[in-house]
Structures are given as structure tokens and as C-alpha cells.
């Protein structure tokens, strides 16, 4: 096993499309060897993982595929990681219009996969994190994950990628307000997809307000408007991403926040591996009958005995 991952992992150095496919599975599945593969990676890989987040239908995989089209014309190698995605087959039929399907699924330079982590054991983003770190051994310029979130999910990409790019709809007008915290706080860029709506505007204005009052001075987040499906402002969207990961390569506190960001996750779900519901439902179900039984002596005792 040892000699395989050791084999594997110079493959996926490589750029072995099957090789990568393999490592990403392993990671998946926590399939033997998985740990020695995450042990071996080295941190001094290029790609850059960008994430797409926003609410689900914002149009993130159809952006997607935009900046793909875009960056593809610039000869980039380019790995597509979809979250959950609404279908297996969104990227083949979104991509089709633009690129033939026989091209596409043999095109060298692009490795798409979608993961169907959710739920997993640790949750979404540890599994993740170290699935994005196997794909950037590999020698691709550009790193995309799509994840659907809004709140939680999208804090935990914010760890994930060099840079978050979140994606709101006219639709999601009302919702700004909501959204304040949270996403204020993890966008690099924000995109107003379907900017092809009438409402649209608004939205970007509340946008661009929001993103002056949280900049206090400093630099203010972009604001871009898109049309995914026709392909209008995506190159401004690519040119402003490329942009911001310069400026982010000079900043050596915000890397440290983001590895650390990544590091609580992974540690997280290392310190959750030992407890499963299951089991605690089993122990609870015990414990609960006792008459003097106390739910915060019962975490107490079970977290002494359970998790090491
Ligand atoms: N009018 C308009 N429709 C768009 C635009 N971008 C995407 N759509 C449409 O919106 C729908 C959802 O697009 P997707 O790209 O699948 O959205 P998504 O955010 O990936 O969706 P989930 O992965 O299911 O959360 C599709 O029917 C797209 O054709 C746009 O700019 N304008
Ligand atoms: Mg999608």
C-alpha cells in the first residue's frame, strides 16, 4: 500500500487525470491509504482554489462553465469540483453548448468531479479541504468549487479557497440584509448574477452599499454584474478574481487566517471521528432513565470517556 500511494501521489504530481480521480476517491471514502496520501502533500503547489458560493439556482455552475470557457481560451488547466450538485450531469450539459461534449470529456486541460459529500461524517468541509488539497498536487493553474450555501457552508469555503466569490440573484434582494453578517465577512467578490433581470439593480446597489460601509476606508469588496448564460461581465469577473489573488499573495496575515480557518476544520472533524449518533443516542438512551439524570453531567462524562 505504501509503495502504491507513494506511486499514486507521483502520478497525480504528474497530472494523471486517472490518477487524480483515484486520489480524490480514496479521500472520499477514506479508503485505505487515505491518511498516508494527505500526509505526503506538500504545501508549495500554485493552483489556486477559487470557490463559488451562493444560493441554490443562483447560477453558480453556469458561471462556472463561463470562467472555465474563458480561462480554457488561455490555455489554462483548469479542475472543476462540484459540491452536491443538483445533477451529476450539469457541467455536460451546461458546457455542450459552448464546447462539444466529445471535446470536452477528453479535453486535457480541464478535470471535473462532483462530490457528494454532504452529510459526510466531519460534514462538508474538512472532506473538502482535503479533496482540493490532493487536486492541487496536480498541475492545474485553477481550482474551482462550486458549493450551494448560504450561512454556515459559506464560512467554511472561506477556509477553502484563496478566493470566495459569492453569488447572489435579484431574487436574493430581500435577503442582503440577512445575508450582512455572514457573507460580508467571507466575499472576496460578490457577483449579481442574472443581471439580465429587471430587479437586478437594486441588488447591486444594496450590494455596493454594504460593501462601502464594510470597508471603512480600507479597499472595498467588488461588486460585479453578470449574465451567466450569455457570457456578459465574465471576463471582468475572471480579470478581478486574477487580480485579487495577486494582492492576496502579498498578504501574508490573511494567509495565515485562511490556514487557520482550514486547520480548525480538519481539527474539528478529527475530534468529532470518535462520536457518531448512534452511539450517542444509544448512551442517552441508557442514561436518560436515571432519576437523577443531568444532560450537562451526561456531556460531561461522555465526552471524558468517548472522545480522546
Ligand atoms: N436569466 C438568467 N438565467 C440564468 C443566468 N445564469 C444562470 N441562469 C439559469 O438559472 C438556472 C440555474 O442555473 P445553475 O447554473 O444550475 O445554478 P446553480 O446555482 O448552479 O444551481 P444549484 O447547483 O442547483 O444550486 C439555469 O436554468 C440557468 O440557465 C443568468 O445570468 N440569467
Ligand atoms: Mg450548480
Keep these: 500500500m505504501q509503495h502504491n500511494i507513494t506511486q499514486l501521489h507521483e502520478q497525480i504530481k504528474a497530472g494523471d487525470f486517472r490518477a487524480i480521480a483515484r486520489g480524490v476517491t480514496i479521500v472520499e471514502n477514506s479508503l485505505p491509504g487515505y491518511?498516508?496520501?494527505?500526509?505526503?502533500?506538500?504545501?508549495?503547489?500554485?493552483?489556486?482554489?477559487?470557490g463559488i458560493t451562493g444560493p441554490p439556482g443562483a447560477g453558480k455552475s453556469t458561471l462556472v462553465s463561463a470562467l472555465l470557457h474563458h480561462w480554457l481560451k488561455e490555455n489554462k488547466k483548469i479542475a472543476v469540483l462540484a459540491v452536491d450538485?443538483?445533477?451529476?450531469?450539469?457541467?455536460?450539459?451546461?458546457?455542450?453548448?459552448?464546447?462539444?461534449?466529445?471535446?470536452?470529456?477528453?479535453?486535457p486541460n480541464i478535470f471535473i468531479r462532483s462530490l457528494a459529500t454532504r452529510g459526510a461524517l466531519g460534514?462538508?468541509?474538512?472532506?473538502?479541504?482535503?479533496?482540493?488539497?490532493?487536486?492541487?498536487?496536480?498541475?492545474?493553474?485553477?481550482?474551482?468549487?462550486?458549493t450551494v450555501g448560504v450561512g454556515q457552508s459559506e464560512v467554511e469555503i472561506a477556509g477553502l479557497a484563496d478566493c470566495t466569490v459569492v453569488t447572489?440573484?435579484?431574487?436574493?434582494?430581500?435577503?442582503?440584509q440577512t445575508l450582512k453578517a455572514g457573507v460580508m465577512e467571507i466575499a472576496d467578490i460578490f457577483v449579481v448574477?442574472?443581471?439580465?433581470?429587471?430587479?437586478?439593480?437594486?441588488?447591486?446597489?444594496n450590494l455596493r452599499i454594504l460593501a462601502h460601509e464594510k470597508a471603512n476606508g480600507q479597499s472595498e469588496t467588488p461588486?460585479?454584474?453578470t449574465v451567466a448564460t450569455s457570457g456578459a461581465g465574465i471576463e471582468e469577473l475572471a480579470s478581478e478574481i486574477v487580480k485579487f489573488l495577486h494582492t492576496q499573495k502579498t498578504q501574508p496575515a490573511k494567509r495565515l487566517h485562511l490556514m487557520t480557518e482550514?486547520?480548525?476544520?480538519?481539527?474539528?472533524?478529527?475530534?468529532?471521528?470518535?462520536?457518531?449518533?448512534?452511539s450517542l443516542k444509544a448512551e442517552l438512551a441508557t442514561a436518560i432513565k436515571k432519576n437523577d439524570f443531568n444532560l450537562y453531567?451526561?456531556?460531561?462524562?461522555?465526552?471524558?470517556?468517548?472522545v480522546k
Aim: with cysteine; aromatic share 8%.
Design 262 to 278: 482550514k486547520c480548525w476544520q480538519l481539527i474539528t472533524a478529527q475530534r468529532m471521528k470518535s462520536i457518531d449518533h448512534s
Design 193 to 205: 448574477n442574472k443581471a439580465d433581470r429587471a430587479d437586478a439593480e437594486g441588488l447591486y446597489r
Design 297 to 306: 453531567a451526561f456531556t460531561k462524562d461522555f465526552l471524558s470517556h468517548f
Design 123 to 146: 460534514g462538508l468541509s474538512s472532506k473538502i479541504i482535503e479533496i482540493a488539497d490532493v487536486v492541487r498536487e496536480a498541475p492545474f493553474d485553477i481550482i474551482l468549487v462550486e
Design 35 to 50: 491518511e498516508r496520501l494527505l500526509l505526503s502533500l506538500h504545501e508549495t503547489r500554485h493552483a489556486r482554489v477559487i
Design 85 to 107: 450538485p443538483s445533477s451529476p450531469f450539469n457541467y455536460g450539459a451546461l458546457l455542450g453548448d459552448r464546447i462539444r461534449m466529445s471535446e470536452y470529456y477528453t479535453n
Design 223 to 225: 461588486v460585479l454584474k
Design 168 to 176: 447572489l440573484v435579484p431574487e436574493a434582494g430581500d435577503e442582503v
